[in-house]
């Protein structure tokens, strides 16, 4: 089982700061099968980035994903005030299949 | 518009069985697979397992096999979770969600429901 440590568990910004999100895999995600979600108070969450650094339909080109192997990395480039929420990363390249979600990351007002 | 669209809130007693649902609409709904995801309160996100209604293959996540079923019936386009004893820890919120590609297991989640809660309580 591929088990995802998403670092920090908490990152306080203002709005306009830059934002760096980490997830890093207890073993090599296959061809960079990586997604990120963010999920707000009471809502489901939503697909930002597939296959690593591909934006899902309609996210804004704030969002950007990288990293491959075992290191991977959501960033936004500045924070708008709609953007403090808990993201999550989740590999799916695993064999045989399991979706696994991180723990989650919640971006906060400072 | 492409859309997933669950059944209402439950509230059971321990023991009890349960079979929540999960419609879609707006896309061929025999060519995607679709799973289930569990969000216990103010935790985070747990995949259950899938199916592809085109033929009714189904994995599990071992934390989840022998624990529930997940079905469906392409005649009307509906997924289905079902437990046949609930337990308190069963209390979350359960969404089902669309895989982002025709036909690849492997995959991420593009579509998800609104969600239903189910309550277990005695």
């Given at each position: 089982?591929i088990?995802?440590?998403q670092?920090p568990?908490?990152?306080?910004l203002s709005p306009g700061e830059?934002?760096t999100?980490?997830c ?9 099968y990586?997604?990120w979600?963010?999920?707000k108070?009471?809502q ?5 980035i ?7 339909t309609g996210i804004?080109?704030?969002f950007?994903?990288s990293?491959?192997g075992t ?6 480039s500045?924070?708008e ?5 808990v993201?999550?990363c989740q590999?799916?390249?695993s064999?045989?299949?399991e979706l696994?979600f991180g ?6 007002i400072k | 518009e ?7 809130a439950?509230v059971k007693k321990p ?10 609409s707006?896309y061929?709904?025999?060519?995607y ?7 216990m309160?103010g935790k ?6 899938i199916?592809y209604p085109?033929d ?11 624990q ?7 005649s009307?386009?509906?997924a289905?979770?079902?437990?046949s004893s609930?337990k308190?820890?069963d ?7 669309r895989?982002?590609?025709s036909?690849w297991?492997?995959d ?13 309580s005695?």
């Amino acid at each position: 089982e591929i088990v995802l440590t998403q670092s920090p568990g908490t990152l306080s910004l203002s709005p306009g700061e830059r934002a760096t999100l980490s997830c890093r895999a207890s073993q090599s995600v296959s061809s960079s099968y990586l997604a990120w979600y963010q999920q707000k108070p009471g809502q489901a969450p939503r697909l930002l980035i597939y296959g690593a650094s591909s934006r899902a339909t309609g996210i804004p080109d704030r969002f950007s994903g990288s990293g491959s192997g075992t290191d991977f990395t959501l960033t936004i480039s500045r924070l708008e005030p709609e953007d403090f929420a808990v993201y999550y990363c989740q590999q799916y390249g695993s064999s045989p299949l399991e979706l696994t979600f991180g723990g989650g990351t919640k971006v906060e007002i400072k | 518009e492409v859309q997933l669209v669950q059944s209402g809130a439950e509230v059971k007693k321990p023991g009890e069985s349960l079979k929540i649902s999960c419609k879609g609409s707006g896309y061929s709904f025999t060519s995607y697979w679709i799973g289930w995801v569990r969000q216990m309160p103010g935790k985070g996100l747990e995949w259950m397992g899938i199916i592809y209604p085109g033929d009714s293959d189904t994995r599990y996540s071992p934390s989840f096999q022998g624990q529930v079923t997940i079905s469906a019936d392409k005649s009307i386009s509906t997924a289905y979770l079902q437990w046949s004893s609930l337990k308190a820890s069963d209390t979350a919120m359960y969404y089902c969600v669309r895989h982002l590609h025709s036909g690849w297991a492997n995959d991420a989640f593009d579509i998800w429901g609104q969600g239903t809660m189910v309550t277990v309580s005695s």
